[in-house]
């Protein structure tokens, strides 16, 4: 139904900086947010960070509040994830879906995520 791509990963050292992007087509959802998990080897997808699709409230987990900021482009259906002063173990394939919502515990109600982009951050 949506499709999801994100882009923007790669190899950056201790303090630097990335930006990344999810472009979202199809249909989107007002109830939902936009945003991002990631995944390292060997470890649980977790939380990263959102922004609502409605109202641009942000949520962030507490290992990225203050370095990272996601921010959305309503108008082409696309989020951007500013992540700085990146610290190695913020390595990890960072994943996008559309439809995230909180309940306990954020997930995705479709189940759908872009294919994932690398970040590697090496000290």
């Known amino acids: 139904q949506v499709q999801l791509v994100e882009s923007g990963g790669g190899l950056v050292q201790a303090g630097g900086s990335l930006r990344l992007s999810c472009a979202a087509s199809?249909?989107?959802?007002?109830?939902?947010?936009i945003g991002w998990f990631r995944q390292a080897p060997g470890k649980e997808r977790e939380f990263v960070a959102a922004i609502n699709w409605g109202d641009d409230i942000t949520y962030y987990s507490d290992s990225v509040t203050g370095r990272f900021t996601i921010s959305k482009d309503t108008y082409v259906n696309t989020a951007y994830l500013q992540m700085n002063s990146l610290k190695p173990e913020d390595t990890a394939v960072y994943y996008c879906s559309a439809d995230l919502r909180y309940g306990s515990y954020w997930h995705s109600k479709s189940g759908v995520w872009g294919q994932g982009t690398q970040v590697t951050v090496s000290s």
């Open positions: 199809g249909r989107t959802f007002n109830t939902y947010a």
